[in-house]
């Protein structure tokens, strides 16, 4: 006889799993210290699931937030909903492919998720760039870079409920990547650094199209900081809060934007120099509140800074190769190399070990989101929920890159 | 102290050490007025075939080096290393990936759980003995390999990778 299925109607199903609590507290026995003590509720405690699927978080990412009333007591970030395995992939395939695989990582600035691991590879191989070609990358970072920032203004105030400005930065960011599309054949995975130097020299489409955007260069950026740098309820929603010490921050690795609106003046560009920057002038932007009014300020700042380094690369740009001679095939000498660029998000890492194969023994990326993210577990204790959004569209996290 | 000789390449210097020891190597380099290596760059585990490796790489600001820490020869069976996180709380989900991904149990991590693999998973995808299911480029023929089988058959042709060289 078949058994009976409990009857959606009868009342004690309902009873005997509480969605809320069902979806939130894991079914099974806790895997750590931390975890235990966090799903362990407290009198008068909830828990709250934000995501995986929220327009807010940037990509998927789930928070799980133990509330009292409005209050957040803690926080446990849930991550791995974009995970790709990237560097199983790359350590199957080779030097050349493995590049194409970390363009969409963090797919907001994907030409220094390729920059970091070309780097690395070049100094397995002791292989010397051409010069135009490094200012060449330079240039096509640091304009990434201010699209980046655009973006990154854009959605902080779109996850603080104004609609505004994410318009105005997408008419920058389109105007940006057909730009870039001139330049490296892509729209927005790139695949433009190669292993010895770029993938395209200079046309004559993207030099007219900068020689536009250089007219006007930072006019969208000033108008959306119109919108919000003195915006009352843009200021009041973000001055004071989540504010990080100097300490705090170097205890927590942050990089970026985030660890110089504490006062900390890292810039990889400028702590180890790579590249051509020693050669290019420029400041470090840094602020010494450390709250998320702070972190957009820094990075309001750095678009400025950005368009300073694009000019002078542009006047300073030699001629010659933009490509170093060779093999198709590249098997460097068996040791290991770590490469750090300073991404928009922070210190963006790659180390790479080689065999004396084709393929990278060992391919390790460093995404600066990744670390920043664990920030929101000191700070957001205190806050109330809808700051949530506010914090981490601050720390500025891309969960494609936080996942790999 | 040291297991293995000092190497300087590019813009990174390298020292190797025992497990055991890498909470008095990191806390003098952190702590030290000479050295200051404030900021962590990175934790990453790695599997040389015959046993594992911790790699941390650390900035300071009183030299032009980027400085690699390399803690050698952790068991491949039970890999063990201290936990950074005295240090810098930042490295907590760092070693939660290592562990996630090459099963190196960080002593003293309030919070070693996985983090991008489901709890139920039983694997570490980036040892050596993990094939990708349908792995090409390494064994043209084998046929497809089921995701979680970690140890690959007794008559398989595919082995290990190990690290060659140094």
Redesign the interface.
Known sequence: MAVQSPSLDDPRVLVDTPAAIVDAIPPYAPRSEREAEFYALGDGQMLLNIGPHHPATHGVLRIVLKIEGERIVDLDPVLGYLHRGVEKLAENADYHHSIAYTDPLEYVSSLFNELAPVMAFERLLDLRVPRRAEYLRVLSCELLRVSSHILFMGFMALDMGGLTPILYSFIERDEMVDMLAALTGQRMLFNYMRIGGVNGDLNHEFLSRLGDWMSRAGRQAEAISTLLNENEIFVKRTRGLGAISRGQALNLGLTGPNLRACGVPFDVRRAHPYSVYPELDFDVVTADEGDTYARYLVRVEEIKQSIRIIDQVLHEMPDGPVMARIPRRITPPPGRAWAAIESPRGQYGCYAMSDGTDQPYRFRIHDPSFVNLQALVPILPGCLIADTMAVNASLDPIMGGVDK | MLAGPVRQ????T?IRIAAGDVVDVLRTLHDDPAFRF?????V?G??MGDSMQV?Y?L?S?TT?D?L?VIAVDLSRDDPRVPSATF????????ER?AYD?FGIIFEGN???????????YTSF??RKD?F?AD?A??SPGQGVRHMEQVHPPADSEAPI??????
């Open positions: 390449r590019h813009d990174q390298e404030e900021v962590l760059a990175d990453a790695v599997d790699v790489h900035w600001e032009p980027w690699r240090l810098w709380k930042g490295a907590e989900w760092m990936e991904m309030r919070d070693l759980r996985r983090i991008y693999m489901p709890p139920d995808p980036l993990f990708l792995d480029a390494r990778r190990r690290a060659r060289g140094r």
